[in-house]
C-alpha cells in the first residue's frame, strides 16, 4: 500500500512499508514533517515530496532520513494527465517544488533511472504540454495544472534542499527510455545514470536556490539546465557544494 499525506501539518511516516504504487511514500503541500524507518521498493518512484498549486496550504520544513529506498524500477500505470503520471519509472526520490527539505542517511540503491531528481514545476508543465488535462482528481490524485502560474501564492521552484551523507550504488547501467528525461540521461551520462539531478531550473527573482549538495564517493551528479534547453548541461559534485548551509529547518 501506498503512504500518502497531503495538506497536513506536523506529520512523522515511519515503520512502512510501501510496493507496487506508482508513488510509494507521498508528501504532498503539508508542513513539518518527518519521514523515517521506512522502506519504499519496487515502485515507479519511492519517496515523493511535492509542492502543488491551486491548494489551499504549501508545503515546507520536511525531514527525510534513515529509509530505504531501493528497486523502485516499476512501470507507471497513472492516468494521462495525473501529476504522478511526470514520475519516470526508476526514481528513489522525486522532489517538486518545495523548500526547506532535508534527505540524509538513507539507503538509496538500484533505482534505474536516478537516485535523486529535484525539479521544478516549470519542467512539469513543459513536459505534460499537449496533454489533455482531466477536469477534476481521480482518486485523491492531482491533474497538472496548465495555469498553474495564475496561482500568485504558489513558488514552482524548489529552494532550500540538502541533501547529504546518503549511501548510493546502481546495478544498472541504463534509465528508463520510455521518457525524453530517460532518453537525456542515456546520451549525456552514458552507462551511468546519475545518482542525484537537478533540472536547473531556479526563481528568477531568487539569486541563490540554495540547493546543497554535501555526499562523498564516485558520484554521477547532472545539472539539467532545463531553462535554456539543456544546452549548458553540466556534471560534478562540487557545483553544488554549499558548506555551512542547511535546509532551514
Keep these: 500500500m501506498p503512504e500518502f499525506m497531503g495538506q497536513s501539518d506536523s506529520v512523522i511516516i515511519r515503520n512502512s512499508k510501501a510496493y507496487w504504487n506508482v508513488a510509494g511514500i507521498e508528501s504532498e503541500n503539508s508542513r513539518w514533517v518527518e519521514i523515517y ?27 527525510v532520513y534513515n529509509n530505504k529506498v531501493y528497486d523502485n524500477n516499476h512501470e507507471n500505470f497513472a492516468a494521462k494527465g495525473n501529476i504522478v503520471a511526470s514520475i519516470l519509472p526508476g526514481i528513489g526520490f522525486m522532489v517538486l517544488a518545495t523548500h526547506q527539505l532535508e534527505i540524509t542517511k ?38 497538472v495544472n496548465n495555469n498553474y502560474l495564475l ?10 534542499i540538502f541533501i547529504h551523507d546518503n549511501t548510493y550504488s546502481n546495478s544498472h547501467w541504463f534509465p ?4 525524453d528525461i530517460g532518453k537525456l540521461f542515456m546520451m549525456k551520462s552514458f552507462m551511468s545514470p546519475p545518482d542525484i539531478a537537478y533540472d536547473g531550473i531556479a526563481n528568477p527573482e531568487r539569486a541563490n536556490p540554495e540547493f546543497c ?26 557545483q553544488f557544494d554549499c558548506v555551512g548551509v542547511s535546509a532551514g529547518r
Design 37 to 63: 524507518g521506512n522502506e519504499a521498493y519496487e515502485n515507479t518512484g519511492g519517496i515523493l515530496v511535492f509542492d502543488l498549486p491551486g491548494l489551499t496550504q504549501y508545503g515546507h520544513s520536511t525531514k
Design 213 to 238: 549538495v554535501q555526499e562523498s564517493g564516485d558520484l554521477t551528479v547532472l545539472n539539467l539546465d532545463a531553462a535554456h534547453d539543456f544546452e549548458n548541461l553540466t556534471k560534478g559534485l562540487k
Design 106 to 143: 538513507n539507503e538509496i540503491r538500484n533505482n534505474k533511472t536516478v537516485g535523486i531528481g529535484v525539479i521544478s514545476y516549470d519542467l512539469v508543465a513543459a513536459l505534460n504540454e499537449g496533454e489533455v488535462e482531466q477536469e477534476r482528481s481521480i482518486g485523491g490524485v492531482q491533474t
Design 176 to 179: 528508463a527510455l520510455g521518457h
Design 151 to 160: 496561482d500568485t501564492l504558489y513558488n514552482p521552484y524548489p529552494y532550500k
